[in-house]
């Protein structure tokens, strides 16, 4: 991990005390520990209960013993700091940069693709009314509602390089451009992303968009050869785009309890 650009990144807005007394915590201690957070998916209060039990964890953190461990409000109040200040997107843009210069993301081709987090519709909160920034789709036979995390995917080492969160009811397709970082020479994406290519925020893309085709433009082919063919080729698109659906199960073991995550596109 890039520990000193991150650390950059967010020094400007960590609070640093000039009077005597207790100190902040070191904001290298306090961004390991947000990461430790979201790799294994831990609320506040478990977050702190797993520094205690665990000292791999506290070594990872470079904390001194457990008198030092920080409390779940001050763990709290790191995560918000860095979703008032936009922080993570720039986190995540420093740590491709990373890759990048270690030659660990190649930036050949990119899989773009989005996946529903649904969330309760109950309107039993203080203000008696659905969260403003969900929306409902429906996706098959099946109504949801809340909202959609679109990325966009190295298509060879299956590094995520963007990421855009909007309510549930945007196509796939308006977003494309958003999960491009422009030196890509091809792009995959399913059926949803069908026509991204004419769109006039990518006029200027030069890269080949490899869409899957929908399935009753296949079983329209009426020569069996002919589309035997083309089950081949889309059987080949669908393999590149296999990789887009490991980030996915992380996102979605993350999310999966929605109810106990206040997730809005804002903060993804």
């Not at 899989?111 to 929306?135: C, F, G, M, W």
């Not at 996706?139 to 949801?144: A, H, I, L, P, V």
């Not at 966009?152 to 970082?181: K, P, R, Y």
């Not at 050869?225 to 059987?235: I, K």
Request: with cysteine; aromatic share 8%; hydrophobic share 40%.
């Amino acid at each position: 991990m890039p520990w000193k650009p991150l650390v950059a990144l967010v020094e400007p807005h960590y609070p640093v005390s000039g009077r005597p007394g207790r100190q902040p915590y070191a904001l290298a201690t306090m961004l390991r520990i947000h990461l430790l957070q979201q790799w294994y998916a831990l609320s506040d209060p478990a977050m702190e209960e797993a520094l205690h039990e665990i000292p791999s964890l506290r070594r990872f953190a470079q904390l001194g013993g457990l008198d030092n461990v920080p409390d779940e409000t001050t763990i709290l109040n790191v995560r918000r700091l860095l979703e008032t200040h936009d922080l993570a997107a720039q986190m995540l843009k420093a740590v491709n940069a990373h890759l990048a210069r270690k030659g660990q993301s190649l930036r050949s081709g990119t899989i773009v693709d989005a996946t529903l987090i649904a969330a309760p519709s109950s309107t039993k909160n203080a203000d008696r009314a659905r969260d403003p920034e969900r929306h409902q789709t429906k996706k098959g036979n099946q109504w949801y509602f809340g909202m959609k995390a679109h990325i966009g995917v190295d298509e060879f080492s299956g590094l995520v390089h963007h990421v855009h969160c909007t309510a549930a009811n945007v196509a796939d397709v308006t977003v494309t451009h958003a999960l491009l970082h422009g030196k890509e020479d091809s792009v995959f994406g399913d059926s949803g992303y069908t026509g991204a290519d004419k769109r006039e925020e990518l006029q200027r893309c030069e890269a080949a968009f490899f869409i899957a085709a929908k399935r009753s433009t296949i079983q329209s082919i009426g020569n069996k050869r002919e589309r035997a063919r083309e089950e081949r080729w889309e059987h080949f698109k669908a393999s590149v785009r296999a990789k887009v659906e490991h980030p996915f199960r992380v996102i979605k073991r993350k999310f999966g309890d929605i109810a106990a995550w206040p997730i809005t596109p804002h903060r993804c």
